[in-house]
């Protein structure tokens, strides 16, 4: 598929025809009545660019109650471009027309709008306010808010300078450009495990629609712009992408631009975002119905409240996103010291993600072994990236839940400096001196370098 396309997926079903008298549509497992207008009631998109093309999926059904939906085909459907212009169904063929039943949405390379992609948030939107309401027993008028800010959340692409793909090390691909694209997409990583390579096509294949991913012998630009790159919603503002209880993951991460974000699918439990350091054998759902976009986020947010499995927790994650936090919750809450209960909300970004997406870096003074990152080559690799190629700044830290993170920004810092000198000379001199993350900290902390945001 090509780059150039915004590519949905959804069902057409057959058998019913535009304009006409609708007596019966298949809706998330129930038929409801509609008569003298189309059944769908949003237009397809909204055209924002150039000709666009829809990939659609073909499916039929002699069985809408039974919910048996044959696949029976691929088309693409291109539309000339006028631009802000909205369009409805279109026909496929012989008594065959678009109609959602549900909708999966890849945005490749450009913002789009997406007004009628929310079936499943639609659906399950009374379910997720009951929820609030009588299980989490929140006053229903913050429940806007509640969304608001969580769907603000940092958005982190991790990647692990410090390791390599097959001969490749990551570091490598940090360059000082202003364009090349960087985190690359997990399908694209040369030398991934045939049990890697299996779970990813599952996801790729049956949820977004992709052609099987196929075996890279090194990292190819060409490969990037179609494939999804993983990444985490940081609801609970971590400096790092994964708990360290997560031990072995990725110790780097992008943080996405908000103006990247209508390219980012979201859905409920971690699947992909901490390979190719973590061997994961099975992903949570392929069910399309269960991911969503952050503005259509209703159905995603029940999944991941039912996965916390204590409500007082799930209570005190309510208020901590409504008091408008930006740091880690204290390790002295409930919340604090149950980082592991809070289910991942993963996200997959469609389209190449280059400096222009990225916003801020953030990286351990530690390797994913626990040993020093920061003052290594790879660790000046992040830094030459930040602020050369991005024109942003590194946040550094201790931990994942650390209260309080050290910035970045400039080569010519003389207190950074201080501290910087002489762990890069720990890496480039004989010397017999020990330099660890705890000698790195304790500098910073002596001259009053760590701030909390």
Not at 297 to 321: E, S
């Amino acid at each position: 598929m090509g780059s150039e396309h915004l590519a949905l997926e959804f069902c057409v079903v057959s058998e019913y025809v535009f304009g006409g008298n609708f007596t019966r549509f298949y809706h998330e497992g129930r038929l409801e009545e509609s008569s003298g207008r189309w059944p769908c009631d949003w237009p397809i998109f909204k055209i924002l660019d150039d000709t666009i093309g829809l990939r659609v999926r073909l499916c039929s059904s002699n069985d809408f109650r039974a919910s048996r939906v044959v696949h029976i085909g691929w088309a693409t459907i291109k539309f000339p471009a006028r631009g802000g212009e909205q369009y409805s169904a279109h026909k496929l063929g012989s008594n065959v027309y678009v109609c959602i039943w549900y909708v999966f949405i890849l945005c490749v390379n450009w913002c789009c709008q997406h007004p009628l992609l929310t079936a499943s948030s639609t659906i399950r939107s009374t379910a997720m306010g009951n929820y609030w309401q009588f299980i989490l027993q929140q006053d229903p008028n913050n429940y806007l808010k509640f969304v608001s800010l969580l769907i603000s959340s940092p958005i982190l692409l991790p990647f692990d300078a410090n390791g390599k793909a097959g001969n490749t090390p990551i570091s490598s691909l940090l360059t000082n450009s202003t364009s090349a694209p960087f985190p690359p997409p997990l399908s694209c990583y040369p030398s991934l495990a045939t049990s890697q390579l299996a779970v990813i096509t599952s996801l790729e294949t049956s949820v977004f629609g992709l052609s099987p991913p196929t075996v890279q012998t090194s990292f190819d630009n060409s490969c990037f712009a179609d494939r999804p790159v993983y990444g985490v919603l940081d609801t609970l503002h971590l400096r790092l992408p994964f708990r360290d209880s997560q031990t072995g993951t990725a110790k780097q991460a992008a943080i996405l631009s908000r103006d990247a974000t209508p390219r980012v699918v979201i859905y409920n439990g971690e699947a992909l975002s901490s390979s190719p350091n973590s061997n994961v054998s099975s992903i949570p759902t392929t069910d399309p119905r269960r991911f969503g976009t952050l503005n259509h986020i209703n159905h995603v947010l029940l999944d991941f409240f039912q996965a916390i499995p204590d409500l007082n927790i799930a209570v005190q994650f309510v208020n901590y996103v409504l008091s408008s936090a930006v740091i880690p919750p204290p390790s002295d809450t409930l919340l604090g010291q149950s980082l592991d209960a809070i289910p991942t909300l993963e996200v997959a970004i469609f389209g190449s993600v280059t400096p222009p997406d990225v916003k801020g870096i953030v990286s351990s003074f530690a390797t994913p072994s626990g040993g020093l990152f920061f003052g290594s080559d790879d660790s000046l690799a992040v830094r030459d990236w930040a602020m050369v190629g991005v024109r942003t700044s590194v946040t550094w830290t201790e931990f994942a839940n650390s209260p309080e993170i050290v910035n970045d920004n400039s080569f010519t810092d003389n207190a950074f400096n201080s501290v910087w000198n002489p762990a890069f000379l720990y890496f480039h001199s004989s010397t017999n001196a020990t330099v660890n993350v705890g000698n790195v900290t304790t500098a910073f902390t002596a001259i009053d370098k760590f701030t909390s945001t």
